[in-house]
């Protein structure tokens, strides 16, 4: 089997025997080179997995799936030939002998203690393979959820070179990256299938995850613990990029915004101020909202709302007037806008990039 | 054929019989269920506690002279109430009597100096976590003890009435159970509470 | 064995004590009609409020409990129509998480466990030879508190203030904060309330087994159902008391303004979670063992045989349990405890495949060994055992933690649980009315419509919850209201949805079976089935007293001794003990059963009644803040519980100055 990844993303020796261990293992490559974005079910962990965080866990699936089918077929099988098989004709009123068919027990207590044994060493190995990452992270990102978003932060000893961005979590591909978990209101999960299992971001306690992506792309994430009205709506995305991109996407988002943004004329400007600024901040503005997305970079991002919509104009918009109706319960008003005040806004957000 | 079997039969007790009665089993189901509770209630107190960063109690160590004499008196309470379950098996229905009134007597002292205690408290029950958590479960111990109190009064009265002799004492041992397990309890509460945050 | 037991106690001379006067008790015969007489309840409402006969109680638990499921059915039916197509809108999200939540407490409150102790409490006494429950007044107001329990909970529903928590309610979300209006208190202080019924249900079954089996029937002879309930209520009696606490805080935090769960000020939503589980896994056990039982104690009747591997499958019950108790982190594997915690209760939640394992082999044993005879009542068990199977496996799968991780809070676990919950609760309890209709009601359901009603049930049944699985693997979380098309879950929902209806189409052809059985079915001998056990020994349905004559036990199999053939004494069923004296049963020794006492058993009574009703209104009060409503309610039923605890000379709790009754 080759390994087409790079030396630092590639399994740790014992994950690696375990791999070939794994009859299924050679569609590793298969799902590897599978952009993340193409994918019919873009949450499917069963089938595709691009870090190894998640791999050994999609190769454990298989084999527990398998064992499943291949038991339930064997139940299956051993029931129908119990119902159906021919016997000697007897009395209506005969009663077979109790002391008879131990063997039953023995032999199918026997053989599922064996396979449970196996399969929990097993799962063992599997769980030491993915609990911590193979090397320390070199990139650390702290992720906060909120009714119903995330906040996502790189935390940097200058306070002004912080990033805090949201529902978007940039990543260097090829490395690991430790998330850190923390939740501003009640639980959440924090989840992106393709690339690691689930973590619960509870308040009062930070929790740990780490992820890693193999290839360049998108991969979908998704709340998974139930928090309430717009629980169903609070998406997110991870987005690797090759180092250098990363890089200079961090460097960008460590600005504030453009010296051209904040002008007190600026009918959009003053707008925001009035009708935005006491949930979303801006950098390099007076919005300084701490409850709601932070908006310096809007246009960078690729969704809004939480991964429920494309980021174009039009669906900002929708979204600022709408909010209530795309995501009902979304802590977002819908707002109303007259025509020249929503271009004025429009205008305006359009220079968030 | 086989022969269909026959039982022996000998002269059966009739009725409520001491530790073979109904009831007896009845009592030992409820304790063990309330044994639980009162678990459930001291694990939430070591989990908070071990999860906590603040100084635990927040208020400096408790004071011991008063819980310390009102664990003894509780304890008294239940030799009363044994005195009063030999009264009966003897048929002396005085001690029973006696027995009983001096354990409702120390019964409610101990209530009375509880709510001192609580008095006492420079924090209340919504003051912080500590106060939630001593509270709540002081106030889980003071019910049962308040609902014992009420199951002595019960079996004083009954016992006055003449309803036992030294061979109907079903109610005694029952009632006397529980009150020996509200007892017994108290000095898990009592050693959590006040004495582990001497360690 | 026997040297564990407790020596039956000498008795003084002077003890009011009896030889119990022995014979038969033929149909008609003046004893048999001094027993009736003895034990009939009165006729019209009074009997109906007053009634403590553990079949009126067995047969109200069952029928209101299947109200609540088909009331659950209904709200899953629109929560499937919701949830058939992406971006739907038939429900607003609000309306979604009520009805969700309110459907998971509805069928793991208020329908599975209570069906089973309406089984229970039907069937122990007839199975374990005696005329009653240990504590039959504790019976009836068992039953009325999760009556009140229930409507309680229901309560806010019309107002649409519904409990949305989830049916696990984890803080903060259920806190003070971020749920304000009555919904979570109707549902913790309706939690406790269930919880009281749920304690002294159990309680009085683990006496009514150690205590109230017939002469003979050593604990190696109970039923399988025996052994699950039992099983079942010492867990309940371990466990029950954590729920009710945590609730009962939750309320606290919410009315009262503690601090338990309240993060800002050093409460840890964890505690929740911790309390909740140490309940709610053991919880999945005793809802599904009693069901297990049934199946062990039916399938045979069905295969002409014994069951394979009886006292296996009595150990490998209480191991389940056992076991089960343990492993209550498997539901936290995702908050981030130290792996090293997470391995060792994977691994025990993985042991519980043994035992499991057992029983499903002694099953199929059972039924290859055996003659099956295709009634209805064999297709549902056999059907079940396909069911558990694949349930189980589901489970193992959950139990490996870096699976779990992946499967945790999808539709994967949403299957599992269904699996569990209908394919080990559902079809084996819709199989056991099949049974034991005959003995209920004297009458048979009918058989082409029975097997009508479970091949649909069990096609829509597969149809709409196996996808679900798959729904689970595709990523699909528990829980959402909604999804976009671009998740990819577009059809696997559709089919789901389609298979649910085809399973309530399933339910709804059982349910039409019983309303016209119940008029129009044949009518039922005393064994329509030639079953081994006990129930059947006696007419159906059994009169008030069950036994006229209280059996002496031999074996396991007392109505098949003759045909098993085994050597050894015989059941004797015809001839023994009396006791006519008022109401009475013997009480045995716990182990090996040989008679202790003559329990006076208590009349009919309205106390159980008052006293539900009394702690149902204390409930009430606090839910409104009426602090006087609820201190007078709780003297009232204060007052109840001292009426009922008096000693009274009939039931012989008090000194009688004549001495020994009887001589």
Redesign the interface.
Known sequence: MADIRPAACRPSSAMRRLTRLTLLGGLTFASAICPAETLHAPLNYFMHSFGPAARPTMYLGWVLAGISVAVGFIIAFLLIMAVRRQRPTAGEREIGREDEGMQWIYMGTGISTCVLTALVVYSMMVLNAVAKPPEAPAVTVTVTAYDWWWKVEYDHPDPAQHIVTANEIRIPVGQPVLVKLKSADVIHGFWVPTLAGKTQAIPGLVNQQWIQADIPGRYTGQCTQYCGAAHARMGFEVIAEAAADFEKWREAQRQPASSGVAVSEDSGYKLFMDRCAGCHAIKGTDAAGPHAPDLTHLNSRKRLAAGLLTNTPDNLMDWVTRAQQLKPGSRMPSIYLSEAEGEALSAFLSKLD | ???????T??????????K???GW??VV??I???A??F???L??FF??NS????EWPPDGLPGLLIPGINTVILLSSSVCVWVAERGIHQDRAAWTILGLVAALVLGTCFVAIQLIEWSNKPYG??T??YG??YF?ITGFHMAHVVIGL?VLL?LLV?AGL????S??Y??MTIGGAYWHFVDVVWLFVFSSLYLFPYI | MASADITPPRIDDDFPARLPETGRAPQGSDIERKLAATWESQPGWRGWLSTVDHKAVGLRYIVTSFVFLVIGGIEALIIRIQLAQPDQSVLTPEQYNQLFTMHGVTMIFLYSLPILSGFSNYLWPLLLGSRDMAFPRLNAFSYWIFLFAGIFMYASFPIGQAPNGGWFNYVPFSGPMYNTGPNIDVFALGMVLLGISTSVGSANFVVTLFRMRAPGMTINRVPILVWGTLTASVANLLVVPSVSLAFFLLWLDRQIGTYFFDVANGGKPLLWQHLFWIFGHPWVYAVVLPAMGIVSDALPTFCRRPLVGYTAMALATMATMLIGMEVWIHHMFATGLPTVALSIFGAASMAITIPSSVAVFSWIATIWLGRPVFKTPFLFFAGFVMLFVIGGLSGVMTAAVPLDWQLNETYFIVAHLHYVLIGINVFPVVGGIYYWFPKFTGRMMDEKMGKWSFWVMFIGFNVGFFPMHWAGLLGMPRRIYTYSSRMGWDSVNMITTIGSFAFAVGVLIFLVNVAVSLKRGARASENPWDAATLEWATSSPPPPYNFAVIPTVASRHPLWEDRLNEGGARSNLTEGMLLADGRETVSTSPIDARPMAIFKMPEDSYTPFFLGLFISLVFVGLLLHWWLFTAASATAGAIALATWLWPREELAQRATTQGATHG
């Open positions: 054929m086989a022969e269909p079997v026959h039982l039969y000998e002269r059966l007790p009739v009725g409520s019989a001491g073979i009665s109904g089993w009845g189901t409820l063990v269920t309330e639980c509770l678990g459930y209630l694990f939430c989990y908070l999860q906590s960063e603040q029950m919504t912080d976590l939630s958590l709540t009420a019960l009954w003449g309803y036992f002799d061979k109907r079903a109610a």
